[in-house]
């Protein structure tokens, strides 16, 4: 069964907390796959599928200190297409609500060398679900998913960085069903090269481009009553790599950024492609440096 994270989220730059702000931001995530593999990785037919999900969200942070580091909140409201639940495919609506995510607690550590992130956040079932349903949205379940990333800088002007991020989901039975989601790992991250942009006549830019990854592991057995059919199989797990480009505007505290990526030895799941573009806005910089 799947993971309520979605995958590719996080990319270049993964560990570091972003400079102290109130930000808001809206990430569109697309996937679409032809592949189902199964226990033994070998492909078995499956119908094409193409899911969409959208979000509006904010975060801030601050310049108050917890143990050294910076604290930080998100919350992000999504909303979703469809969606895919283990071999199981909701593909019949159309966008509407789905769960919504909250990170009470994010802090963040920088040095001259290297930055870490931890993080703890709360998925809630706001999305429509039903088992068995044709148009669900969401995934029915509460997940509790902690976190720890760091960013390794290679050269001492922070333009070139190593970076990943591990997430551990621990999930709640789904809504009106004794199926519960085995535990689930998922690191993200990449190999990033700074370059920055600019002309007398234009606004500088700073760009940011590099490949990315994800990784996906089934920790835990999935809990599936005897007489259930919907799901089946053992742990599953998923590989991703692909290329993300960022560009950041300083004068309007404007970044854009865009991913794909393309899954590889996928076993017990479906296998495709991943898009992610984020838009993202800084309103108000609490940032003393500046």
């Known amino acids: 069964m799947k993971d309520t994270h979605v995958l590719g989220d996080f990319g ?3 560990g570091t907390q972003g400079a102290p702000s109130l930000a808001a931001y809206m990430p569109f995530s697309g996937y679409n796959a032809s592949k189902y593999r199964n226990d033994d990785g070998d492909k078995t037919s499956a119908p094409d599928i193409n899911t969409f999900i959208m979000g509006v969200g904010g975060t801030v942070i601050t310049n108050f200190k917890l ?7 998100n919350v992000l409201i999504c909303f979703a297409s469809a969606k895919v639940d283990g071999n199981y495919v909701q593909t019949k609506n159309s966008l509407a609500f789905s769960d919504m995510y909250v990170q009470p607690v994010q802090l ?3 040095w001259k060398k290297a930055d870490l992130t931890i993080g703890y956040g709360l998925y809630i079932p706001t999305g429509k679900y039903e088992l068995g349903g044709d148009n669900n949205t969401g995934l029915g379940m509460w997940t509790h998913e902690f976190s720890t990333g760091g960013t390794w800088y290679l ?3 922070k333009t070139f960085n190593l970076s990943t991020i591990a997430f551990y989901g621990i999930h709640s039975k789904k809504r009106g069903t004794d199926l519960k989601v085995g535990d689930i790992l998922t690191l993200e991250g990449g190999l990033a090269k700074s370059f920055v942009i600019s002309a007398k006549s234009t606004t500088p830019w700073v760009l940011q481009v590099g490949p990315v990854y994800y990784a996906q592991f089934k920790i835990t057995d999935d809990e599936i009553p005897v007489a259930n059919q919907t799901f089946s199989g053992n742990k599953d797990h998923i590989y991703g790599l692909g290329i993300e480009a960022d560009a950041v505007i300083p004068k309007t505290r404007t970044m854009l950024s865009a991913r794909w990526l393309g ?3 996928a076993k017990n799941r479906f296998q495709g492609n991943t898009f992610m573009i984020t838009i993202a806005q800084s309103l108000i910089s609490f940032d003393k440096k500046k």
């Open 12 to 14: 270049l730059s993964a």
């Open 67 to 73: 143990l050294g580091a910076n604290y930080g909140a």
């Open 263 to 265: 899954e590889m030895g």
């Open 108 to 110: 963040g550590w920088h």
């Open 155 to 157: 050269d001492t002007r």
